[in-house]
């Protein structure tokens, strides 16, 4: 029986639990501005010269 908690996988079997760390699929400030500013280098590096919005 797989069970999704906070980000984490549950196997359980026979009053046995193993526990594996999964990405988060929470969104945060930080997360969010660290992506937009490697695809706004990204789209540099192809295009040329753009600026995203707010960096």
């Known amino acids: 029986v797989y069970v999704r908690f906070?980000?984490?996988l549950s196997?359980?079997?026979h009053r046995k639990v193993a526990?594996?760390?999964q990405p988060s699929l929470q969104?945060?400030?930080?997360k969010l501005g660290n992506?937009?500013?490697a695809f706004g280098?990204?789209?540099n590096?192809?295009?040329g010269n753009i600026k995203v919005a707010g960096i």
């Open 6 to 8: 906070g980000g984490r």
């Open 11 to 13: 196997e359980t079997y």
């Open 19 to 21: 526990w594996r760390r």
């Open 27 to 30: 969104i945060t400030t930080q």
């Open 35 to 37: 992506d937009l500013t």
């Open 41 to 43: 280098n990204q789209l």
């Open 45 to 47: 590096q192809t295009f």
